[in-house]
């Protein structure tokens, strides 16, 4: 009786030790599956992505890069979700997407400015307040930055309304949030934000101080432009601004027909390309996207507002660049584009992010072969369970 009890003590020992064991084992593949998805992708991905280079100035036989370059990141449409329409899966899965892409991005590239060109809420146009206090807490959290890093935000038509939707608190509570203005200047390097909401042309209150801040802006930038500054009348007084023809951030495109001419693996599908663009919806009307032109004299437009790539030439000679969504919510493979900048001369390349498909698939996958794991393991303990009960069944009927 003695021997017996111990040979199922044993048995059921041998037992759990291989079950415990298996558990750790699937534990650790679990655990290790994990963090491959949600943290190591985006190193592996994010490492891949260089700062382009500047081209050096030509002076005589010698090439040199006098200027100081500034490494700026632009991304778009974060579209953060509200208490509406925000459904908490949704929100936790495309929330720490853009956490650990922008974390990432931030410690593998060491930029100095970040420009977000709108849309960073996904209901800032009807939010509460106390909605739009928490909004904004979680936009600080998702986005923080270490002290030499600027965050710089352009509103959106989700930040503040439509025009139709657009008031002056909103508007307020949004400049109060993120001390937005319409000039920044660092290295010799001026970049111009604008509403964009605001540029409607039907004079309402909003629109028509937004375009006087715009003449008095473009005033002082073509006095920044004059040989003579100094000497100038007309230009006396004057806060004093580099000559370089400034980089125009908004997140309206100017007016196009459609993204019918846009290429590139993050254009807009080939079934909405030629769906044409409605004006003061989709993007700005002729009349205010040639009154930007005139005004600001850009040498470069950066807009989102689309959520898909595209690149077009305005006159002729001033290229705008529609960054894509940042968010998986808008698009499978977000991007944000980097660029080394000084004050005559840019360099632009597109940096992007794992894409939602592959990180589902590793995830469809692993599961498959757990599943495989699973039915491998306990099939064995089946056949083992199966040969114990009728050895221990054999030593009793020889017992008895």
Not at 220 to 231: A, P
Request: charged letters at 20%; one cysteine or more.
């Amino acid at each position: 009786m003695t021997k017996h009890r111990l040979l199922s003590r044993i048995l059921i020992f041998l037992r759990l030790k291989r079950k415990n064991w298996f558990f750790l084992k699937f534990g650790f593949l679990v655990f290790a599956l994990i963090v491959l998805c949600e943290y190591v992708i985006y190193y592996l991905v994010i490492f891949q992505c260089h700062w382009p280079e500047v081209k050096p100035i030509a002076s005589g036989s010698k090439q040199q890069t006098s200027e100081p370059v500034l490494r700026v990141i632009f991304l778009a449409d974060t579209h953060l979700l509200g208490e509406i329409n925000g459904h908490w899966l949704d929100k936790l899965r495309r929330e720490w997407q853009m956490e650990r892409a922008f974390q990432t991005a931030l410690w593998l590239l060491q930029p100095e400015i970040v420009f977000i060109l709108g849309d960073i809420f996904d209901e800032g146009k009807w939010s509460s307040p106390q909605a739009w206090t928490a909004d904004v807490e979680r936009f600080q959290r998702i986005f923080r930055h270490p002290p030499h890093t600027q965050l710089i935000v352009v509103v959106g038509n989700h930040d503040i309304g439509f025009h139709y939707e657009m008031n002056t608190y909103k508007l307020q509570r949004f400049k109060k949030a993120f001390d937005f203005g319409e000039l920044f200047s660092t290295k010799g390097i001026n970049f111009v934000m604008v509403n964009s909401v605001a540029m409607e042309g039907d004079g309402c209150t909003i629109c028509s101080s937004m375009e006087a801040q715009l003449i008095e802006l473009s005033y002082l930038l073509n006095c920044s432009r004059q040989e003579k500054y100094h000497s100038s009348p007309k230009c006396s007084g004057i806060q004093q601004l580099s000559a370089s023809a400034p980089i125009l951030l908004q997140h309206y495109p100017l007016y196009r027909r459609s993204d019918a001419n846009c290429t590139g693996e993050d254009s807009a599908p080939p079934e909405k390309k030629n769906i044409l663009f409605e004006e003061r919806y989709d993007v700005l009307s002729k009349e205010a996207s040639q009154k930007l032109l005139w005004w600001i004299q850009p040498r470069l437009i950066l807009s989102g507002h689309t959520h898909s790539a595209c690149e077009v030439l305005h006159n002729g000679k001033i290229p705008e660049i529609s960054v894509p969504s940042f968010s998986w919510r808008n698009r499978n493979n977000p991007s944000f584009i980097m660029g080394s900048i000084t004050s005559v001369d840019y360099s632009l390349s597109k940096c992007f992010l794992p894409l939602e498909h592959t990180v589902l698939t590793i995830y469809c996958t692993a599961g498959i072969l757990v599943a495989l794991l699973i039915f491998t393991h306990c099939l064995p303990l089946l056949h083992h369970h199966f040969f114990s009960s009728h050895f221990i069944r054999l030593i009793r009927n020889q017992k008895a």
